[in-house]
């Protein structure tokens, strides 16, 4: 069976190979994925068109909102609009690296193509999760940057580099909790074939994770916290750059649920791939 | 008239295998709901009470979503549109030139099956979150207007089809056309109505909303059903809904005749 750690025979020198191996592989993995997009660059161009306009939709929803009320909570416009920015900064990057290689788990495990996948000398999971780069999610992440960097002129804040680091790391738990949730509910797949159905129920929690945190409350707010942090992911990273944050404690916690979320999705891994059976033989 | 009623039997047999999905689907569908509603709680907690956002109260506002989500369970284009195209890129389309089916009737009838078969499916969770937010859910003002929400909602429904039909037929030139279907339906989401009412914009623009066809295909039945749209304007926008309806099909049918010479070209 496979195992999380990397094969490393017993003859490698003190330095691991797998370390020099993975790069060399994803880098691989990076080409084809550049060759493919390639081969249809109008639909690629269109792709980045939609993400766009559902964008700029989202923006809109917030402008028309904020035409009728001064505050949600204690988040004003421009504060909203850039944790929609930061959302969308999010789900691109997620998306970029993780999303398609989420979606076509079920498609893997029903045409039995997961066999190869299985026999190649990598860590499997290295493998499903990213064997392709969709490189329009850069393009948007990069609009998402602009976006997020007008919302700071608008509220007349400078940010210090501290702030800028802590928000990123805080991005790479969001964008690790995404994908550690949405993994695991792909790996439902090994137990029933029509999971893409649930992947793309994920999706509708993406709109959760762009709304300020202060509008909820009760069983709703508890339940998108603490089981699905989707009130974290964005919401922390934004009250860092524009100095909200309550209390350190919220940072501790996005870690703690994106250390959580990421050893359930592994636990969730390996109890699946136990289940399967290869649908060809 | 009777292979029809066998195409909805059919489609009613195949949709029902989709159940589970289905369901998902509006449960999860529930999420951005509520969490929409929350938001709209926020903005009227932060005001004083019995203030009025953009003449809405606080239980209106909360009735336009589940209207929305109602009227979307009984109209909205689930698989349609992809499955149209899949039909058109995969060839299989050719049966239906030999045979004495029409294409769009058979579209339609499948169309109207999955509708009921969603509705059958979405009623329960439908009715359970509607239980729970009864305090805040408006009834019709009166039964006339009850009665032209539902023509509006029938209409709609056509329009809703017969536009993402004809955008299928984009399947006949392109290679991939879910990016434009993509396309349209995010200019359909905000300007039908889905994301907030279009009343509560500047007026200039819901305006010029109003010469789209895209709040025929949310906003005005629900609008109807609050007693928003009355008197003339509803009489009114029923007729132009309808040119719509009727547009919408000329347009599908166009472009299906197109499409063919196009697909035998290359097919023969």
């Known amino acids: 069976m496979n195992s999380p750690e990397s094969p490393i025979p017993h003859s490698a020198p003190r330095t691991p190979r797998w370390l020099r191996r993975y790069p060399g592989i994803y880098l691989a993995l990076w080409k084809n994925s550049v060759a493919r997009e390639m081969g249809f660059k109008s639909n690629f161009l269109l792709w980045i068109v939609v993400e766009v306009l559902w964008f700029g939709l989202q923006l809109s929803f917030i402008s028309v909102l904020y035409l009728h009320t001064d505050t949600i909570g204690t988040w004003t416009k421009w504060e909203v609009v850039l944790l929609i920015g930061a959302s969308h900064f999010i789900q691109q990057i997620y998306q970029a690296f993780f999303l398609i290689n989420c979606t076509n788990l079920s498609e893997l495990v029903r045409t039995g193509k997961l066999d190869f996948l299985l026999l190649l000398p990598v860590n499997t999971r290295f493998i499903v999760s990213l064997r392709q780069v969709d490189l329009g999610g850069f393009v948007n992440a990069t609009l998402a940057v602009g976006v997020m960097i007008y919302a700071l002129i608008q509220l007349h804040l400078t940010v210090t580099l501290l702030q800028i680091i802590g928000f990123l790391m805080l991005c790479l738990s969001g964008i690790l909790i995404h994908y550690s949730l949405m993994f695991l509910l792909a790996s439902i797949s090994f137990w029933t074939v029509r999971a893409q159905g649930i992947v793309w129920g994920y999706y509708n929690l993406f709109n959760i994770a762009r709304m300020p945190d202060d509008a909820f409350r009760g069983v709703f707010k508890a339940v998108f916290t603490f089981a699905i942090p989707m009130l974290l992911v964005s919401n922390v990273p934004a009250r860092v750059l524009t100095d909200k944050l309550r209390s350190p404690g919220q940072i501790l916690l996005l870690l703690a649920m994106c250390a959580f979320c990421m050893v359930i999705s592994e636990l969730g891994w390996r109890q699946s791939l136990k289940h399967y059976t290869s649908a060809s033989s | ?268």
Not at chain 2, 115 to 144: E, K, N, Q, T
Not at chain 2, 245 to 252: D, G, M, P, Q, T
């Open chain 2, 1 to 268: 008239m009777k292979k029809y009623w066998h195409v909805i039997n059919i489609g009613i047999q195949n949709n029902l295998a989709y159940r589970v999905n289905f369901l998902f689907r509006i449960v999860f569908g529930f999420i951005p709901l509520l969490a929409t509603i929350y938001l709209w709680r926020a903005i009227y907690s932060g005001k004083p009470s019995g203030t009025d956002v953009a003449a809405y109260s606080l239980a209106q506002m909360t009735s336009y979503y589940l209207l929305v989500t109602i009227v979307d369970v009984l109209t909205a284009v689930s698989e349609d549109d992809w499955q149209i195209a899949a039909d058109i890129k995969d060839g299989n389309i050719s049966q239906f030139l030999l045979k004495p089916i029409d294409y769009l009737t058979y579209r339609l009838c499948l169309y109207f099956s999955s509708r009921l078969i969603y509705l059958a499916v979405a009623a329960v969770p439908l009715g359970l979150f509607l239980f729970f937010l009864r305090h805040y859910f408006i009834w019709p003002a009166d039964p006339a207007a009850f009665g032209c929400f539902l023509a509006s909602v029938v209409m709609t429904g056509l329009l809703q089809f017969f536009t993402s039909y004809a955008m299928a037929m984009l399947a006949f030139w392109v290679l991939e056309v879910s990016t434009f279907i993509f396309i349209l339906f995010a200019f359909e989401y905000l300007a039908s109505g889905h994301l907030f009412p279009l009343d509560i914009l500047p007026h200039a623009m819901e305006k010029v909303l109003y010469y789209t066809p895209f709040p025929y295909q949310m906003y005005f039945p629900v609008s109807i059903y609050m007693g928003r749209t009355t008197g003339n304007a509803m009489i009114q926008g029923l007729f132009v809904q309808a040119a719509w309806v009727v547009l919408s099909y000329f347009i599908a049918r166009f472009a299906w005749s197109r499409g063919i010479k196009k697909y035998s070209a290359v097919g023969g």
